[in-house]
Structures are given as C-alpha cells and as structure tokens.
C-alpha cells in the first residue's frame, strides 16, 4: 500500500486536522471508557509539538444527522483531552462558517461531525468546507476507515495534502500481518450477539484459519446447528444452516471449530440472577445461556497456546455481569498470556481488555469493530483507497462516491 504517513509531512505551522475516532461509550453523563482518546494520544501530541495548528474532528453515537442532540456532544471528550494534554482544548461548535484562528502547538477539538448534514450521504460541499479548514488532512480513525463519509472520504479528495496517522498504520501493518501471511496455527475468536452480522468474516476466516471459536450468540447457533438445545438463549434460528454449513465446510477443510462442552447460564439476564455450571447436554427449556463453563475455559486455552496467531473479536458472554465475566476474562488472560501474535478488536472486545487490564501481553489491540472486521474479510478498506489515490495526485479524476448537492 502506498500513502503518506505524518512522518511524510511538514508540520510546523500547518493547519492540520486529525479525524480521530473518539467514539467513546457514555453512560449518565459518564465516559465509560477512555480507551480510544487515550490511544489517539500520541498523534495529537506529534502534530501539536512539531508546532502544527491542531484540529480534530470526531464522531460520538448516532444522532439524526444534520441535528445537535446534547446526549452526543463531545464536550466530555475536550475535558478529557485538556487533562491529558495540559493543555485548555476547546470545544467549537460553529467551525465550518468561521473558521478558528488558532497558534502553532494549540489543539482545538470540532463538534460531532455528524452534527453537520451530509456527514453519512459524503456529500461533496461538505467535504470541501472541510478541506478548507485545513492544510493538511490526517486520517487516524481505523475504527471509521470503513465509512464513505465526509470526514474519512470526502475530505482527503479535496485536501491540499493528505496522509495516514500512525494510529491507522500501525492498525493496518498488524492486520496485514495477520491477512497476508500469519503464522501457523492460526485462531480466531468471534464473539457477539448475531450471526448475521458476521457472515461474509465467518465464511472468509473459515478459510483462513486453523482454529475457530464462536462466542456469545452465535456460540448459540453454532450450538443449534450441532443438534443442541440452548433454551431461550439469544440465537438466530435462520442461519442454522448457515451455522451448519459452516460446520460441515471447516470439516472438508481440515479446520477445527471449537464449541463449548459447558455452559453458565440462568432463567433471565440480569446482574442478580443465579448463575448455574451445566454440560451442553443438559440445557433446560428456560436457561438462557449467558457464558461458558470452566471446562470449556480449559480447552479453549489449550489452544490458545498452541497457536502462533491468534485474532480475538467480541466476547465470549456478557462479562458486564461479574456472574457471567469468567470466561471472557479467562479466555482475554490466555490471550495475553500466549507466545503467539495476538491481535484484539471491536468495542466490547476494547471494554473488556479495560475491564480486565489485558492490554499488556496483547500484541495489537484495535480501535476498529467494523472496520476489523471488514479488514479481515477483504484486506482492504475505502479509506486506503483514497489515501492511495491522493498520494498518486490523481484521485480527483476516479470513481470517489461522492454525492452532489
């Protein structure tokens, strides 16, 4: 892949604006996790110390474009960037019709980007105006590199100059490795509540990889599938033959897929529900499975390590309840722990490695869900289309998906 890099670009006295992707969870008025600002860090120090004038552009949950909706401003965000930065970082609302005169080093972050209509559709005057804010454009949001929209796509079309942040590169030389040639054996964990969701990365890594295991729902419908009984578990009864086919493919191609032989589960989801071990075998009509059981534990991480490349991506129940949390924590522990080259993404995958201070061990941990996953899938994203087509400087001329006004 050819694209510049920040280390590409002079920076001093430049107006620079950074696509971050501080999508951070918020409950009550709380950020649950600081996980993504924290690893934007050092690409926002980079520009502000190499004397740039730094702006940086994010979006927060899913508003109804076009509308301010106070629940998704990014003002927690600058409280905690001006913490981490020492430094004040204001929160402009009404960047795009005057634009903020700034001094070299500053750092100023924009209001939700989805705020602004036209945000989602790409639309092209959108993209301009942001462009026009900047000298230099830094795409750094992995978890968005999948999005054709104005502030991924769009801009970099129009920009004067434009390169990839260190935090996108570092993300896609780790997925690349894992892509193009990991080491064997290699194992994939995909957890989440729907298969559907994941069919097209399913049906790709089923190819790819020696190991497979499903966690969470769809460790449910792969349950189905296998001629077991999960009560009233989340699962999907439509893609059961999907889930078997699968089955079947991985045994015509010498693949494992590991299930669990145990199983935490419970008659309802909640924090207070009392939480029983059972074999497979002997799910009950009103358990709802809610986690895996310690024997299960024991074999997933024997082959954890036994693999050389490990790729983690969703849970392997809902660890948000200490009662249903072992395994995710377990199977996380055994991650980190392994010799082999792990790389972890999605974000309840990023909540759980917080909640459980499993960063350390981990080989690469993504920002990106979607993206991670398309990545995976495809090798590719739009994002590194355009950053190639600008660095060739005849991106202007191809195929952009932009929408007209």
């Not at 994002?383 to 600008?390: A, G, P």
Request: proline share 4%; glycine share 10%; charged share 20%.
């Amino acid at each position: 892949m050819k694209y510049k890099t920040l280390d590409d670009v002079e920076l001093q006295g430049k107006r620079v604006l950074i696509r971050l992707d501080m999508n951070v969870p918020v409950k009550e008025g709380r950020v649950m996790s600081t996980a993504r600002i924290d690893m934007s860090l050092p690409t926002i120090r980079k520009a502000s110390e190499a004397g740039a004038k730094v702006m940086l552009i994010s979006h927060l949950g899913r508003p109804a474009e076009g509308q301010y909706a106070k629940r998704y401003s990014l003002n927690l965000v600058a409280g905690i960037l001006s913490d981490a930065l020492g430094q004040h970082v204001p929160l402009i609302d009404d960047y795009l019709s005057e634009h903020p005169r700034l001094e070299n080093g500053q750092v100023v972050l924009f209001e939700n980007i989805r705020f602004n209509r036209g945000e989602l559709e790409n639309m092209e005057s959108l993209s301009r105006q942001y462009a026009s804010l900047c000298d230099v454009f830094v795409m750094d949001a992995f978890g968005a590199a999948h999005r054709v929209h104005a502030s991924t796509y769009g801009v970099g079309l129009f920009a004067n100059e434009v390169c990839a942040g260190p935090l996108l590169v570092a993300e896609i030389e780790a997925l690349s490795r894992v892509f193009e040639d990991p080491k064997r054996p290699m194992l994939a964990i995909v957890g989440g509540s729907k298969v559907s969701t994941k069919m097209m990365l399913l049906d790709s890594l089923m190819k790819r990889v020696d190991t497979f295991i499903p966690g969470g729902g769809i460790a449910n419908t792969f349950l189905v599938a296998s001629g077991h009984d999960v009560g009233h578990s989340i699962h999907e009864a439509g893609l059961v033959e999907f889930s078997s086919s699968l089955i079947q493919s991985a045994r015509n191609l010498g693949k494992n897929i590991l299930l669990p032989d145990d199983v935490v589960v419970a008659d309802r989801l909640a924090a207070d529900a009392a939480a029983a071990v059972k074999p497979v075998s002997e799910i009950k009509p009103g358990d709802m499975v809610l986690d895996i059981g310690p024997m299960s534990c024991k074999k997933y991480r024997n082959a954890i390590n036994a693999s050389q490349t490990i790729v983690w991506n969703g849970p392997l129940g809902v660890f948000e309840y200490a009662a249903f949390s072992q395994g995710t924590r377990d199977i996380g522990q055994a991650i980190r722990d392994a010799g082999g080259y792990s790389v972890a993404g999605g974000g309840e995958t990023l909540a759980a490695i917080e909640q459980n201070d499993l960063a350390d061990g981990i080989s690469c941990i993504s920002t990106g869900g979607g993206a991670f996953l398309e990545f995976l899938e495809n090798g590719s994203l739009p994002v590194l289309t355009m950053l190639e087509q600008s660095a060739r400087r005849s991106g202007l001329n191809r195929d952009h998906r932009i929408l007209r006004d």
